[in-house]
């Protein structure tokens, strides 16, 4: 497990010991949104051989 791993795991436990209803060092849905975004990128770059770009 990463370093980071346990960092969230002990964020975790404490958010629920303490009933937060959200975890603000988390990702959020935009940043996940993004990722897809650079995946999506990199398979079609993949399958079309040439740069593709990554629109916001």
Do not use: C
Request: charged letters at 25%; glycine letters at 4%; a positive charge.
């Amino acid at each position: 497990m990463a370093p980071h791993d346990y960092f969230m795991a002990h964020r975790i436990v404490k958010a629920l010991q303490n009933k937060e209803k959200t975890l603000h060092d988390a990702a959020g849905f935009s940043d996940g949104l993004m990722i897809q975004k650079v995946l999506h990128a990199a398979r079609e770059s993949d399958r079309l051989r040439s740069w593709v770009k990554i629109l916001p």
